[in-house]
């Protein structure tokens, strides 16, 4: 099993940046693949970014540009730096983490609890 644990999110006005983290911990070495989904009240989930073991990279339109996924290995820790925010990112943001890089895309094995993002306007 692994336990994923986000932090970092909170209030913030438009234009302004935030970095939410994600500490992993258990089984460590039976995932590959790390990615953000959010989902804001009333919507369907949305994936935003995933990051894998061997450096491929994947953002939602939306977000291209203005957000970076990003991993610290020896740290087991997926960040997402934010920036450029839009009232329209407002959301629950979950991590999620799957033992290949397709996994997250499909359906991942493991998700957090959730951060929630505000951005004001």
């Known amino acids: 099993q692994v336990q994923l644990v986000e932090s970092g999110g909170g209030l913030v006005q438009a234009g302004g940046s935030l970095r939410l983290s994600c500490a992993a911990s258990?089984?460590?070495?039976?995932?590959?693949?790390m990615g953000w989904y959010r989902q804001a009240p009333g919507k369907e989930r949305e994936l935003v970014a995933v990051i894998s073991g061997y450096g491929s990279i994947f953002y939602a339109d939306s977000v291209k540009g203005r957000f970076t996924v990003s991993r610290d290995t020896a740290k087991n820790t997926l960040y997402l730096q934010m920036s450029s925010l839009k009232p329209e990112d407002t959301a629950m943001y979950y991590c999620?983490?799957?033992?290949?890089?397709?996994?997250?895309?499909?359906?991942?094995?493991?998700w957090g609890q959730g951060t929630q993002v505000t951005v004001s306007s």
């Open positions: 999620t983490a799957s033992p290949n890089y397709r996994g997250v895309f499909m359906g991942p094995d493991y």
């Open positions: 258990g089984s460590i070495s039976s995932i590959d693949a």
